[in-house]
């Protein structure tokens, strides 16, 4: 599979995908989030991308073990990407990143995952800026999936 039938897939469910991080003990601690596929800020290379309110164990767990796993589905037909996790967020820098564009980012993110444009979602900012919202961006190193029926 590629980043490309990912984005596919996306589209079906509005991005409704399975995210499994690594707790300290070494267990999985899973959650779903909305993500999608988008241009990296910096880079400009496919990255599948969610956004994460403040202070969830997601964000601890990614900060101290940045390799995850995002599972996105519709029907039968799953891929899994895994790869390491950047992010970005009042409480985490990335280098090179201006953290007055965090908020274009979030909606960037929401846009990929539900559709539209980044535009439709402005009237989220707020409540992404009271909830300490976070962008999480992971690179694939690995995509699979279950065999085309």
Do not use: C
């Not at 820098?93 to 439709?120: C, H, K, N, T, W």
């Amino acid at each position: 599979p590629s980043i490309d039938q990912v984005r596919e897939l996306v589209a079906r469910e509005s991005g409704l995908a399975v995210a499994v991080t690594t707790r300290a003990d070494g267990t999985a601690q899973t959650s779903v989030v909305n993500a999608g596929v988008l241009a990296h800020p910096l880079s400009g290379e496919p990255v599948l991308g969610f956004a994460v309110r403040g202070r969830r164990k997601k964000l601890t767990n990614l900060r101290a073990r940045p390799r995850m796993t995002l599972v996105v589905r519709s029907g039968w037909d799953w891929i899994a990407v895994e790869g390491d996790a950047e992010l970005v967020g009042p409480e985490d820098a990335l280098d090179g990143f201006d953290p007055a564009g965090l908020l274009q980012l979030l909606r960037e993110i929401y846009a990929a995952a539900v559709g539209g444009s980044a535009d439709d979602w402005v009237g989220m900012d707020q409540q992404m800026t009271e909830e300490h919202h976070s962008a999480v961006l992971v690179r694939p190193a690995r995509i699979y999936s279950n065999p085309p029926a």
